[in-house]
């Protein structure tokens, strides 16, 4: 069997295989009409191919990059976490956020990740590897065929930058968006950065449609750099620069997040800099999101000190929300997945 499955492969590859296996090129809009629209999970599941073509075509190459490993269930909702693997044996997690309104999978772009946020327990695996778009886009299938309802919202926040694999993500965004892919709209496909500030330029100047989500965590250069060393090359000026940009450039919605640290930087001070930070960005939104524990130092802030830290930030002109994570006691909150512990 091939090093690359077959949704891996260029097109004209995968008409190859095909004629080699005496098969006409219809063939390939048959397989690709399987994989994105009826998320089959293997090639036995193809109903209209013969089963010797099958055999044929199991003997040449896997039809996808991934195989889920393990998966576990969150007591408290219908989140699902899922541990897969790459053909390069490193593993990933991918996550199944269900609700009444939407149903959302928060999906990983890299196999470990090399920013290094000191509050994020991905960072403890050091970077293994970038994805490919096959390997991005296999997570949506597979949790798609998993999945009773259909999946209206992905978000790029799963282990890793994406911004550090931009040309892949991208790529696989736009997958997600044609509509002879998997045909999801774009303002339901969100990236998420710690701040790569060339790949934010990059995205504003490609004027690319999908939304986009920039983590903050911090209201000084020097109590970010001492949780997000990225800081260093990516300024929280420069940072706030390249985001008022971004807004004013393509009149979009961007939207901050902003995960809170027991007495790092969750003090009412540090609520009303975060809103001198933003009063001038034209179109913003903000997220706070109550800090997930895992072995690690850090700590969440107590009720009243994110009441507090709220309260304080009422006086603001756009909006805000206060984001609990879904799945914690699976370790499938923000910043939580480490693949520990279930493989």
Same mark, same amino acid.
């Given at each position: 069997i091939n090093k690359k499955s077959f949704i891996e492969l260029r097109e004209k590859d995968q008409i190859d295989i095909l004629s080699n296996l005496n098969e006409k090129k219809f063939r390939l809009s048959q397989i690709n009409n399987w994989v994105f629209k009826n998320h089959v999970s293997n090639w036995?599941?193809?109903?209209?191919?013969?089963?010797? /073509?099958?055999?044929?075509?199991?003997? +040449?190459?896997? /039809?996808?990059?991934?195989? =889920? $490993?393990?998966?576990?269930?969150?007591? #408290?909702? *219908? +989140?699902?976490?899922?541990? *897969?693997? %790459?053909?390069?044996?490193?593993? $990933?997690? !991918?996550v199944l956020m269900p609700t009444k309104k939407r149903n959302t999978i928060c999906i990983s772009s890299q196999s470990g990740c090399a920013l290094d946020c000191k509050f994020c327990a991905t960072a403890s695996l050091g970077f293994l590897q970038n994805l490919n778009e096959a390997e991005i886009i296999s997570q949506i299938i597979y949790l798609q065929k998993i999945s009773n309802k259909r999946i209206s919202n992905v978000?790029? *926040?799963?282990?890793?930058?994406?911004? /550090?694999?931009?040309?892949?993500?991208?790529?696989?965004?736009?997958? /997600?968006? #044609?509509?002879?892919? =998997?045909?999801?709209?774009?303002?339901? $496909?969100?990236?998420? %950065?710690?701040?790569? =500030?060339?790949?934010?330029?990059?995205?504003?100047? !490609?004027?690319?449609?999908?939304?986009?989500?920039?983590?903050?965590?911090? %209201?000084?250069?020097?109590? &970010? %750099?001492s949780i997000m060393p990225i800081n260093i090359k990516n300024s929280l000026d420069e940072l706030l620069n390249v985001s008022r940009k971004y807004t004013e450039t393509l009149n979009r919605w961007l939207t901050f997040e902003y995960v809170l640290l027991k007495e790092i930087n969750d003090s009412v001070e540090d609520a009303k800099r975060l809103l001198s930070m933003l009063a001038g960005m034209k179109k913003c939104k903000l997220n706070i999101?109550?800090?997930?524990?895992? #072995?690690?130092?850090? &700590?969440?802030? #107590?009720?009243?000190?994110?009441e507090n830290f709220v309260i304080a930030l009422r006086p603001a002109k756009f909006p805000i929300t206060v984001r609990w994570s879904k799945g914690t006691d699976i370790d499938a909150g923000c910043g939580q997945l480490a693949t520990r512990n279930q493989v």
């Open positions: 036995r599941e193809m109903k209209n191919f013969p089963l010797s /073509l099958i055999e044929k075509l199991e003997k +040449t190459n896997s /039809l996808y990059p991934l195989k =889920i $490993i393990a998966n576990s269930k969150a007591d #408290d909702s *219908m +989140t699902q976490k899922f541990i *897969m693997q %790459t053909m390069k044996g490193n593993k $990933i997690e !991918s978000v790029f *926040m799963g282990m890793g930058e994406p911004f /550090l694999n931009y040309k892949n993500v991208i790529k696989a965004a736009k997958l /997600l968006n #044609d509509p002879n892919g =998997i045909n999801m709209g774009s303002k339901r $496909i969100t990236i998420s %950065t710690a701040g790569v =500030i060339s790949k934010i330029e990059e995205f504003t100047k !490609s004027k690319e449609k999908f939304k986009l989500a920039i983590s903050l965590n911090g %209201t000084t250069n020097e109590q &970010r %750099t999101i109550p800090y997930n524990e895992t #072995d690690g130092e850090f &700590r969440r802030p #107590d009720k009243d000190q994110i």
